[in-house]
């Protein structure tokens, strides 16, 4: 007998949290292949539903907004319309148990947070941040399959890789900008990258979305129209950036959401990393390549283990053009 079941989701992170999350979903789908799956997200993350089939429904609610306690009861008024079987969630906030246990889905999984995880969920999973993210949301959901899922899978249709392209996404997202994380190089870095990878024989393609258009503007600027092409607006979904990512033979990125495309698509990627934690965010496995300054810094990684925002000297990102460039051509 086939156990269909309605299962809901949720995760109210950015998408490259959205992407890190899809293994989670995709190890309950194989464990209940006829269920259900909904994912309650924030609309700013919706670009996730055009990477994969898996997800049937969505549920938004935007809960970084000054009207976030009326958007989650206009969520919960939803999530009673559908009578899930089981529900999943990645906050780790104290009160998210007690939102769960307001759903009345008979099953509920999400972190240990306290006492009140232990009374109202019915498993309070142990929060295991040391780790790569994927395996981390993967905890939510042992007490339902022993299936893992290593990375995301998404369904794209893969192009021909083209020899000796190193694409090139410099930006990060503007929300993350606007809270104050700098999680990049500037953007004259970029542009002496560009132009060096270019002089060294690698046809260079760069790349962005709405959020980089400064970044973009401010690297054509100072780089010569023929050392690269520029491929900025001629993506105009998530889905066109990842099948533009498959085709790069090599690609270079910020800590954001284009990282984690290119990780699910195995594309050889090397990627800036400042304050975060690269052990937390990229897989093991040889085929992501971290570009990191060889000054120290006490406190690296800091971002959201030991602040919320960057700090004004960012020792963390004075890493040269030079750098950049020798680990894209010798690794």
Known sequence: MIDKKKILFVNFGGLGDEILFLPTILSIKKQFPDSEITLALEKRSQGITSLTNVIDKV????????????????LLFQIWKYRFDIVFSSGSNKFISLFLFLT?????????????????????????????????????????????????ILNIEKRTVIPNTVLIHPGVSRLSMQKGMIKTVTPEIWAEVVEKLADSGKKVLLIGGTDDKECIEK???????????????TTKSLKDLAELISSAEKF??????????????GVKTYVIFGSTDENKLIPQNGNVIP?????????QP???EKRQTTCNELICLKISSEEIVSKVVNN
Request: with cysteine; hydrophobic share 40%.
């Open 252 to 265: 270079l990125c910020s800590d954001s959401a284009p990282l984690h495309i290119a990780v699910a698509l």
């Open 302 to 304: 800091c971002l959201w």
């Open 59 to 74: 549920l938004y609610a935007n809960i970084k907004g000054e009207n976030k306690y009326i958007e989650l009861i206009k």
């Open 291 to 299: 570009v990191k300054s060889k000054f120290s810094c006490p406190l």
């Open 104 to 152: 009345f889905i008979p099953k509920r999984y999400g972190y240990d947070s306290g006492k009140l995880s232990q009374i109202f969920l019915t498993k309070a999973v142990k929060l295991n941040k040391n780790q790569y993210a994927v395996n981390m949301y993967q905890d939510l959901i042992s007490f339902e399959t022993e299936i893992k899922t290593d990375l995301p």
């Open 219 to 233: 690297i054509v600027k100072n780089v010569p129209f023929d050392k690269f092409e520029n491929l900025y607006g």
